[in-house]
């Protein structure tokens, strides 16, 4: 079984994924897995976000998944591109 793990930027930040499409995107990838979330580190938020002018933080990625210790950014581009309305 497969061990899936996505970390989010912060908890306010998860609830803007559509998640009916992060679930059906990981259920179509991997028939059987396990998901786990955690909160991004410090050294993942600053790959994820940028400091634009007047101190205002853009967040370029919102949440990052792993399929072991393999970053899958294929399934993250797929989640935010199938999950824009």
């Not at 967040?59 to 199938?82: C, H, P, T």
């Amino acid at each position: 079984m497969k061990v899936i793990t996505v970390m989010y930027f912060d908890r306010r930040l998860i609830f803007t994924i559509d998640l009916p499409v992060l679930f059906k995107t990981l259920f179509d990838a991997f028939p059987d897995f396990e998901m786990r979330f955690a909160e991004m580190n410090e050294e993942y938020k600053s790959l994820c976000s940028e400091l634009q002018q007047l101190g205002i933080v853009a967040i370029k990625k919102r949440v990052i998944i792993f399929e072991g210790s393999n970053r899958r950014e294929d399934l993250e581009d797929l989640v935010i591109q199938l999950g824009m309305k």
